[in-house]
């Protein structure tokens, strides 16, 4: 069973950082594009960063350049996001998503496993 | 980066077909077929129920339907049931492995 399991989330004052965990379990953990979504309170989601297979690939949202880092540790099945330089506008459950896998085609776009999510509160 | 349009509500009664638009640009949904459709309950994490524009994962049922044209894809939702009630998000390949997703539409069963 594919199993993806957040942690690291919490409140943290306007300027900290954070960095959040994904535990990846139940599939080839390297096989696979993954994905960091966010969602604030109350509103829409987000596509924050997303890492190719072997690491060697890493995108992200205007918003968060220069100020988030995606990484993954094959050996250990996880996916990390490092946040720095925290704003109250970050607020949010941050969701880790594995990239869908079709056919011959590994996809950093299209998401088919969805961990529960961590809550990052930036707030003073 | 900007969002896709989608219309912040639908609904329909039990039975009935309810169809959700998604608008992009020809630099997002107009430029590619990674055009994927996701179902959230309250407090719970988003479901893949469409990718690729009209493709169906195992396990979910054929009442939900996907299309596009031009810069438009939409989710149509047939023989509407209680369960089907939820938030649904469009989302869309954007180039250079970026992805966007809609505002969101929720959905309401009469």
């Known amino acids: 069973e594919v199993q993806l399991v957040e942690s690291g989330g919490g409140l943290v004052q306007p300027g900290g950082s954070l960095r959040l965990s994904c535990a990846a379990s139940?599939?080839?953990?390297?096989?696979?594009?993954m994905s960091w979504v966010r969602q604030a309170p109350g509103k829409g989601l987000e596509w924050v960063a997303n890492i190719k297979q072997d690491g060697s690939g890493k995108y992200y949202v205007d918003s968060v350049k220069g100020r988030f880092t995606v990484s993954r540790d094959n050996a250990k099945n996880s996916l990390y996001l490092q946040m720095n330089s925290l704003r109250a506008e970050d607020t949010a459950g941050y969701y880790c998503?594995?990239?869908?896998?079709?056919?011959?085609?590994?996809?950093?776009?299209?998401?088919?496993?969805w961990g529960q999510g961590t809550l990052v509160t930036v707030s003073s | 980066q900007s969002a896709l349009t989608q219309p912040p509500s639908a609904s329909g009664s039990p039975g009935q077909s309810v169809a959700i638009s998604c608008t992009g640009t020809?630099?997002?949904?107009?430029?590619?077929?990674?055009v994927s459709w996701y179902q959230q309950h309250p407090g719970k994490a988003p479901k893949l129920m469409i990718f690729e524009v009209s493709k169906r994962p195992s396990g979910v049922p054929d009442r939900f339907s996907g299309s596009k044209s031009g810069n438009t894809a939409s989710l149509t939702v047939s023989g509407l049931q209680a369960e089907d009630e939820a938030d649904y998000y469009c989302s869309s390949y954007a180039g250079n492995n970026s992805v966007t997703f809609g505002g969101g539409t929720k959905l309401t069963v009469l």
């Open positions: 998503a594995r990239g869908l896998n079709f056919g011959i085609s590994a996809h950093s776009s299209m998401f088919d496993y």
């Open positions: 020809s630099s997002d949904v107009g430029g590619y077929n990674y």
């Open positions: 139940g599939f080839t953990f390297g096989s696979h594009w």
